[in-house]
């Protein structure tokens, strides 16, 4: 098990950028596929994009490609999310996630074991 601490939310105009962070701790994070996901208020939770444990491989939803860039750095345990262009749309809990295998199944929360306690992103208009 790996433990995940989420930070950077808050309160931006549409249009801003934001950026979260997510710490890992426990055992190396390295071993670990991150993955980033999203609650809206009254939506079920969504996948948001994801990166591979050397960070060669990366999957991006549709709804955020071109805005949204995921990076990690390992040597701090740490992974980010780049969030560019905010939309009032983006408005929800973001929570990082990870999993020890590094096969392509990254889609779905249920593929992950440890989550992060959530940061909350709203975007006014």
């Known amino acids: 098990q790996v433990q995940l601490v989420e930070t950077g939310g808050g309160l931006v105009q549409a249009g801003d950028s934001l950026r979260l962070s997510c710490v890992a701790s426990?055992?190396?994070?390295?071993?670990?596929?991150m993955g980033w996901f999203r609650q809206a208020p009254g939506k079920e939770r969504e996948f948001v994009v994801a990166?591979?444990?050397?960070?060669?491989?990366?999957y991006y939803a549709d709804s955020v490609k071109g805005r949204f860039t995921i990076s990690r750095d390992n040597a701090k345990n740490t992974v980010y999310l780049q969030m560019n262009s905010l939309s009032p749309e983006d408005t929800a809990v973001y929570y990082c996630a990870a999993r020890s295998s590094q096969d392509d199944r990254v889609w779905h929360g249920r593929d992950y074991s440890s989550w992060g306690q959530g940061t909350q992103v709203t975007v006014s208009s």
């Open positions: 426990g055992r190396t994070s390295s071993m670990y596929t």
């Open positions: 990166i591979s444990g050397s960070g060669g491989r990366v």
